[in-house]
């Protein structure tokens, strides 16, 4: 009862909080400045874009951060939640993700995510970065920065996926389905939320860093096929436990870090925008990794390595399209949020549904997602992000969210799908029962941890 009472405690510390920086946000907004002209000027004409050196050492250094959340952190934070026998084939899914991504982000992603096409999709304009030169400016920093940070983002989406799946893909398979997801299905949904002419952004959908285009997308993903691909043998039967939590707390680790680059970076400046993003961020993560150390500790008797490390990464997940929208007082009320439900949904409705998501993707990172991107429509700070939440009486941005979110899974869920179906076809997605058994690191890698 204590415990549940500190969890309510913080909550509504969290909710009073929200509305005091909000107000303040206002006033310094609206407050005119001592030396503003009695009359605007007329407009001039809008000088070229031109390169801010600040902004774009923030955006070189956000970029290594996020690309640093990959390899070496979610290739450890994985790494250390699967059994000894598949610890190199997990590692090695990351990194091999991470250089198939960005040849097809180089090639065709971001044509098709980021230039004007369809309400859909991109165009081909810029396939092979076709035009893209040395002079060439996105915002106020270089076009090849602003390439390379999305890149980092369509890197660690489909690495997200390897873990719903971890122990019983071919690697062929998984090559492939990564070249095809790559190609077909991230960079629409980019497009709809982030690129020019997409509908979801038109249609007025907030998701400041990816809770979308990135979460909700690959969680929704891995729940396919881990429902595609079937159970473990022995799931549910033999221990299954990570066999060294130490890597795993260190990629969790890594990826607290890298998560600045991911949500303070998408502000493409380094201003205040940034810094409140960067906030939120940080607060968010620590009350998740509370809220699932808490109620863990309430409902098991004993709070858990796996579990605080498991939290935080809900935490970073929810906050992901909120960042920079919500104040610290709502990061903190989503982060808390997100820890409980998160917790919530990688046991309690696991075990209901009885599918088998190896390490918990789905609960994590589409379930994080769909918190997060709902309560963005609450907490939003018209004073921060240009766009009221519900808590300033714009509850229709809830119903905008949830509509984001219901597009994104029907897309991702049915394009997953027939993908999976296609790589099954062509190359079979399973390893057979020997190499499931003896582990694939030593059947499909020739190696082994010793």
Not at 60 to 77: D, H, K
């Amino acid at each position: 009862m204590k415990l549940a009472l500190v969890l309510g405690v913080l909550l509504c510390g969290a909710l009073v909080m929200q509305h005091g920086i909000a107000d303040a946000v206002a006033q310094e907004v609206t407050a005119p400045a001592a030396d503003a002209p009695a009359a605007a000027a007329p407009a001039a004409e809008a000088p070229p874009p031109t390169i801010d050196s600040g902004n774009t050492a923030w955006m070189l250094t956000s970029t290594a951060l996020v690309l640093f959340m990959t390899i070496p952190g979610l290739a450890l934070f994985y790494g250390g939640m699967v059994r000894k026998k598949n610890v190199l084939a997990m590692l090695m899914q990351s990194f091999a993700i991470c250089a198939l991504a960005s040849v097809i982000w180089m090639v065709v992603g971001y044509s098709l995510a980021f230039t004007e096409g369809s309400a859909f999709i991109g165009g081909f304009d810029k396939l092979f970065l076709s035009g893209v030169t040395l002079d060439s400016v996105s915002g106020s920093i270089p076009e090849t920065v602003f390439i390379t940070f999305q890149m980092t983002f369509a890197i660690i989406t489909p690495a997200l996926i390897t873990g719903a799946f971890a122990d019983r893909m071919k690697f062929s398979a998984l090559v492939l389905f990564t070249i095809l997801w790559a190609t077909l299905i991230y960079p629409a949904v980019c497009h709809w939320v982030w690129g020019p002419g997409g509908f979801l952004l038109g249609d007025g959908v907030l998701d400041y860093a990816g809770g979308t285009v990135v979460h909700i997308n690959a969680g929704i993903a891995g729940l396919v096929a881990a429902i595609v691909l079937g159970k473990r043998l022995g799931y549910g039967r033999e221990q299954m436990a990570p066999h060294n939590l130490t890597l795993s707390l260190i990629g969790a680790s890594m990826l607290w870090v890298g998560w600045f680059g991911f949500n303070a970076g998408s502000a493409a400046a380094a201003d205040a925008r940034a810094g409140m993003a960067m906030l939120a961020t940080q607060v968010a993560t620590a009350g998740a990794a509370l809220g699932w150390m808490f109620i863990e500790w309430i409902l098991k008797g004993k709070p858990s390595v796996l579990g605080i490390i498991s939290g935080a990464v809900a935490g970073l997940v929810a906050v992901t399209p909120a960042a920079g929208f919500v104040g610290p007082g709502g990061g903190l009320a989503i982060g808390i949020a997100s820890g409980i439900i998160c917790f919530w949904a990688s046991t309690s409705l696991k075990h209901m549904l009885g599918y088998d998501d190896s390490l918990d993707v789905f609960g994590v990172h589409a379930v994080g997602g769909i918190v997060g991107a709902i309560l963005t429509g609450v907490f939003a700070v018209e004073a921060i992000g240009g766009v009221a939440g519900a808590l300033e009486g714009n509850a229709g941005q809830v119903v905008t969210q949830i509509y984001g979110i219901l597009a994104t899974i029907v897309f991702s869920a049915v394009g997953t799908f027939i993908l999976l179906k296609i790589v099954d076809v062509i190359v079979g997605l399973r390893v057979d029962e020997e190499s499931e058994r003896e582990g694939l690191d030593i059947r499909l890698h020739g190696e082994t941890v010793q």
